[in-house]
């Protein structure tokens, strides 16, 4: 059942960005497919530009933060970042995140 679900999410995702709609309608539609499979109530699309050195966040939703800034690459360690430089997934409970940032991999912002 969890794999079918899986497997309508990508299809109408995949619907959607084949479809004639704006970038910010193709946004939306990613968070609201993603959100029948996790939680998606903080919620951001992060975007690179190698170039300028930067991150930015075209679309994002957020219980408590109402901008989120452009962030340079080499000046922090973010989750965002440190996801990005990997190049892999993470995922973090409580203790895994606070070794993480003792181990100075990661510094909150």
Known sequence: ?????????LYNISKAANSPITLDQLYKTIHQELDNIIDTTNFFI?????QK??????????????????INFSETNS?????????QP??????KLKKMIAQRELNII
């Open 1 to 9: 059942k969890q794999n079918e679900k899986l497997q309508q999410v």
């Open 46 to 50: 992060a975007l690179t530009d190698y």
């Open 53 to 70: 050195d930067e991150v930015y966040f075209p679309y994002f939703v957020d219980e408590k933060d109402d901008d989120f800034p452009i």
């Open 79 to 87: 989750l965002t970042i440190y996801v990005i430089k990997t190049d």
């Open 90 to 95: 993470l995922l973090a409970d409580y203790k």
